[in-house]
Nanobody, 121 residues
Framework: QVHLVESGGGSVQAGGSLRLSCTAI????????LSWYRQAPGKEREFVST???????SYADFVKGRFTISQDNAKNTVNLQMTSLKPEDTAKYYC???????????????WGQGTQVTVSS
């Protein structure tokens, strides 16, 4: 089975920083793209950032220059370093894992349960 365990959320004042982590458990022989999404109350879930298995990254425009995604392949972990946080960054942040690769079970996408980030003004 595939699980994603997120950590690192919390409350911070505007301008502060937080670091989110997501550890992937299961099917670690598969290649995967790891992403962060967020969902604020009353809004749809939106893409934040992604890192491919070979290391390329992309970011939503509203976090470029403030957030940095990285991965530790040895620990099957993806991190999201968030700086210069704004009140509008307040949301529940979700980790997503897209599996691919040669084995038959290396397919599908999986979501973590989310971690809350609250930024006060």
């Amino acid at each position: 089975q595939v699980h994603l365990v997120e950590s690192g959320g919390g409350s911070v004042q505007a301008g502060g920083s937080l670091r989110l982590s997501c550890t992937a458990i299961g099917y670690t022989s598969c290649k995967n793209d790891l992403s962060w999404y967020r969902q604020a109350p009353g809004k749809e879930r939106e893409f934040v950032s992604t890192i491919a298995s070979y290391g390329s990254t992309s970011y939503a425009d509203f976090v470029k220059g403030r957030f940095t995604i990285s991965q530790d392949n040895a620990k099957n972990t993806v991190n999201l370093q968030m700086t210069s946080l704004k009140p509008e960054d307040t949301a529940k942040y979700y980790c997503k894992r897209d599996l691919y690769g040669g084995s038959w079970y290396c397919s599908g996408n999986y979501w973590g349960q989310g971690t809350q980030v609250t930024v006060s003004s």
